[in-house]
């Protein structure tokens, strides 16, 4: 009974994968998208992209990218049910840390 338990964890969680893959799917069909940053794991390497669209306003892009971080930042935080001020606080500290930006696992230090 409990291979069945554990294939059904698996089946749900691979049910779980493709629902959110198909609703980053949806949410880049769109033209009125102004900038996007995405990460993807394969293997345990890591491929990180950001683009954005550029205008007149010399401040947009930079407001952009903070807001793609703010984002970003209350998303850790529900998944880890902490608050946002907490994870932008472990992240600035982490950024003053880090020499350059790992391109894979192989490249994060240990402790």
């Given at each position: 009974?409990?291979?069945?338990?554990?294939?059904?964890?698996?089946?749900?969680?691979?049910?779980?994968?493709?629902?959110?893959?198909?609703?980053?799917?949806?949410?880049?069909?769109?033209?009125?998208?102004?900038?996007?940053?995405?990460?993807?794991?394969?293997?345990?390497?890591?491929?990180?992209?950001?683009?954005?669209?550029?205008?007149?306003?010399?401040?947009?892009?930079g407001?952009?990218?903070?807001?793609?971080l703010?984002?970003?930042?209350?998303?850790?935080?529900?998944?880890?049910?902490?608050?946002?001020?907490?994870?932008?606080?472990?992240?600035?500290?982490?950024?003053?840390?880090?020499?350059?930006?790992?391109?894979?696992?192989?490249?994060?230090?240990?402790?």
């Open positions: 009974m409990s291979d069945d338990t554990s294939a059904d964890a698996d089946a749900s969680a691979g049910d779980d994968f493709e629902t959110e893959l198909d609703r980053a799917r949806d949410l880049l069909d769109g033209d009125d998208i102004d900038a996007v940053h995405v990460g993807v794991v394969r293997d345990g390497e890591v491929d990180t992209t950001f683009a954005q669209r550029t205008d007149d306003d010399p401040d947009g892009p407001l952009r990218a903070l807001a793609l703010a984002a970003h930042v209350r998303l850790v935080a529900a998944e880890a049910g902490v608050e946002p001020s907490t994870v932008a606080g472990d992240a600035a500290t982490l950024a003053g840390q880090v020499e350059q930006i790992p391109a894979s696992t192989d490249q994060i230090p240990d402790e």
